[in-house]
Structure formats: structure tokens, C-alpha cells
């Protein structure tokens, strides 16, 4: 039996993953000179700074892997592909109002739209293929405790 590498295969999950670990990048390299995380009065459960570029960086990951299974599949319709790059855009700008801005409600706010644009993401890649929407949960448990470190760091440094 001949084991076979599909190129096309390979490079449709290797720009799924890439775009989300870039862009996630980018946004890391701007607001690393204005973390102030480590400074700010911290609520209960939060944890050390360091723990933040690991934990995104496999977010990022099944992110891609999850776009990936349904791009391979031919399961990427109109609606799930603004869904996962509004989301993708909304996840991107959250750092920037939070660190470098200081908006720390707006910032609430936005986490909140995000918490919901992750939910879509999930039922709706669920419903292509269970596993693209069972490997966006980490995701979504991840930003909901965002959201709820967002809204402690703020009302706690006000």
C-alpha cells in the first residue's frame, strides 16, 4: 500500500493555520510595548502573563486546523467564512483596545461581541463537521474566562 502526499491537501492547512499564527503575531509584536497585564491588579484565577502566546498560539492553531478541515472538505460556505474572519478580525482588535488604547470597557464590550462571534463560529463548523466545531470549544472557553479576566482587570484598576 502506497502512501500518497497530496500538496494541494498540505498547502490548504498550512495557509488555514499560518493566517490566524501571522496575524496573531502581528498583533503580539504591536502591543508588546504597552502589556501592562503584569502590573495591573489581577483578579482571582489569573494567570501569569507567560501562559497568554502559549495559549494563543494553539487557539491559532486549531483555529487553522478547523478552517482547514472544511476548506479540504468543500464545507466552506459564504456565511462560514465571514463568520470565521469577522471573528478572526474582532479576536485581533480586542489586544489592541485592552493594551496599547487602554480601553479597558470598550474592550469589555468588544470581548463580549467576540464571545458571541465564537459561539457562531463553533455551532456552525459543528454542523459541517463535528470535529472543525468540537476543536473551536478550548476557543470559546477561553475567551469566556477573557471575558471574565477583562471585566475583573478593569473594575479592579479603575
Known amino acids: 500500500m502506497a502512501i500518497t502526499f497530496n500538496w494541494e491537501r498540505f498547502k490548504n492547512y498550512a495557509i488555514s493555520i499560518i493566517i490566524p499564527l501571522a496575524l496573531g503575531g502581528i498583533v ?3 502591543t508588546s510595548g504597552s502589556m501592562d497585564y503584569e502590573q495591573l491588579r ?8 507567560i501562559l497568554f502566546p502559549i495559549v494563543w498560539s494553539i487557539l491559532y492553531i486549531l483555529m487553522g486546523v478547523s478552517f482547514g478541515i472544511l476548506l479540504d472538505k468543500d464545507l466552506l460556505d459564504n456565511n462560514s467564512k465571514w463568520i470565521y474572519y469577522i471573528q478572526l478580525f474582532v479576536n485581533l482588535v ?7 488604547l487602554k480601553w479597558r470597557l470598550l474592550a469589555f464590550i468588544w470581548i463580549i461581541i467576540l464571545d458571541f462571534l465564537v459561539l457562531a463560529l ?3 463548523f459543528y454542523k459541517k463537521d463535528k470535529l ?15 471575558t471574565y479576566l477583562n ?4 473594575l479592579l484598576n479603575r
Open 151 to 154: 471585566l475583573s482587570i478593569y
Open 94 to 100: 480586542w489586544p489592541i483596545l485592552f493594551f496599547t
Open 42 to 49: 489581577q483578579p482571582p484565577l489569573a494567570p501569569p502573563g
Open 122 to 124: 463553533v455551532t456552525n
Open 28 to 30: 503580539g509584536f504591536i
Open 132 to 146: 472543525a466545531g468540537l476543536l473551536q470549544l478550548p476557543y470559546l472557553a477561553w475567551v469566556l474566562f477573557a
